[in-house]
């Protein structure tokens, strides 16, 4: 392997099969590394902003607003308040008499203007370093408005993106347990970790009703505030971003009893273990029961039907792009699992894989999929992805809108699969518009005019 820049950080980066596993992961990024990480206030942003009936207030600097303006690309199906970027715009003589005085009246008149089902108020860096009392602005405009009024404790410079989910679940986690759960059917769930992108939280829920099951919440992408507040009634946790999410399932088991169960909605093989899992979970838990029995029948059916009208499209995909190599570099490592097996399903070879925020664990999975050779890294940064990409000779990178530059100067073909994209690509559905977004990004004529850097293997 090429010398990467900063020695300090050569245990996060480990080559399978060359020694045993170790990497070191889950700390904050190297100073002077220019991680492709966000930081804590971003993280939860991310993870709240797709909750559509919500008043989304950032107390901080008007730059902080710009930044996750809209960052997650989450549609709605009705309200789009969370569609508009609100900041206390905090100056100079407010951070040295403070912003409390200016979050109370930002606060007062976006309520009585949008009339929202509730409000977040995100800290920022300053808001931290300056001291204003979040949590007593807050409990004042929610007595006065009577809508929950929830701050989250999102300062930058608490830690990496991973402590902005934490601080979103902590925030999402007092809204749970205040709704009404009485109707809701033993045979439901919530939907976590889904953002709904292009719309694809739309298609999973369909899976859900094709099977029988009724769907509490959308936790959060096409959100909504009452949905969450009964969330506690469902009768299962669907975990899919693991990494966002996984926290406030743990929270609502620990609290309310509500098991959880993690799953992939990318690629076939993962897509069809999820709803089967799900199928088992029912089946398991109400034995003898004919709906449990007919829940898991009607899976069998969805998902023996949509494979069949999804193979005969997906075969002249593979039969292109078999053998070609392709580089893998995503927020979430859960994701990054879902993409090696759906690579391999067309025959491409990964020969690097990466995450922002992976655990230990995940690595360990990540390691045990991949073949010898492949380069498993832990918050890159760009000069390290660089010199991964031309030693390996990659053909295709996947990543989100921070990777894409990379690609496009060394002249690979990119894969958006981040918040930014307005593409399907969960579900079975998914998984062809994947194979063909890869086929045509591989096979474009473009890179017979662009110098492509040889593999140093």
């Not at 020694?19 to 070191?24: A, D, E, Y």
């Not at 807050?138 to 608490?158: H, L, M, T």
Request: with cysteine; glycine share 8%.
């Amino acid at each position: 392997m090429e010398a990467v820049a900063l020695k300090e950080r050569e245990n996060q980066i480990y080559i399978k099969g060359e020694t045993p596993f170790n990497i070191v992961c889950d700390k904050d990024s190297l100073a002077g590394a220019v991680s492709q990480r966000a930081c804590v206030f971003c993280g939860s942003r991310v993870v709240l902003y797709p909750i559509a009936d919500a008043l989304h207030l950032v107390h901080g600097p008007i730059g902080c607003a710009v930044y996750t303006w809209d960052i997650r690309g989450a549609l709605s199906s009705g309200p789009e308040l969370h569609r508009l970027s609100f900041s206390t715009d905090l100056q100079e003589m407010d951070v040295i008499f403070g912003g409390e005085k200016k979050l109370r009246q930002a606060l007062l008149e976006l309520i009585d203007r949008h009339n929202p089902k509730a409000a977040f108020v995100y800290s920022t860096c300053i808001v931290g370093i300056i001291g204003d009392d979040l949590e007593a602005i807050c409990r004042q405009v929610e007595r006065e408005k009577g809508i929950p009024v929830i701050p989250v404790k999102s300062e930058g410079f608490k830690g990496n993106k991973r402590a902005g989910y934490q601080a979103a679940c902590d925030a999402m986690f007092r809204l749970i347990g205040t709704g009404e759960t009485s109707n809701i059917s033993k045979f439901s769930l919530n939907i976590l970790g889904d953002f709904n992108l292009a719309g694809e939280i739309w298609m999973i829920r369909e899976y859900y009703e094709r099977m029988g099951i009724e769907v509490v919440a959308n936790i959060t992408g096409d959100g909504r505030v009452d949905d969450i507040r009964r969330a506690h009634g469902a009768a299962l946790n669907v975990v899919q971003c693991s990494g966002s999410t996984m926290q406030l399932a743990n929270m609502m088991e620990e609290q309310y009893g509500v098991p959880s169960m993690r799953v992939s909605y990318f690629g076939v093989e993962d897509m069809s273990e999820a709803l089967y899992d799900i199928a088992r979970f029912f089946k398991k838990k109400f034995p003898g029961d004919r709906e449990a029995d007919a829940i898991m029948e009607r899976t069998m059916a969805l998902v023996q039907e949509e494979v069949r009208n999804l193979m005969p499209g997906l075969e002249k995909y593979r039969k292109a792009l078999a053998g070609k190599k392709a580089a893998i570099y995503v927020g979430g490592s859960f994701k990054a699992f879902s993409l090696v097996k759906a690579f391999r399903l067309v025959d491409m070879q990964v020969v690097l894989v990466g995450s922002q925020t992976g655990t230990e664990e995940d690595y360990r999975e990540l390691e045990a999929i991949t073949d010898p050779g492949t380069i498993i890294v832990d918050d890159s940064n760009p000069l390290e992805l660089t010199s991964f990409l031309k030693e390996k000779g990659v053909d295709i990178f996947v990543g989100g809108v921070k990777e894409r530059p990379i690609a496009y100067k060394l002249g690979i073909g990119f894969c958006d699969h981040n918040h930014e994209r307005k593409e399907v690509l969960a579900g079975f559905e998914g998984m062809l518009n994947f194979a063909r977004e890869v086929y045509s990004s591989v096979m474009s004529p473009v890179w017979r005019f662009v110098p492509r850097a040889k593999s140093t293997e």
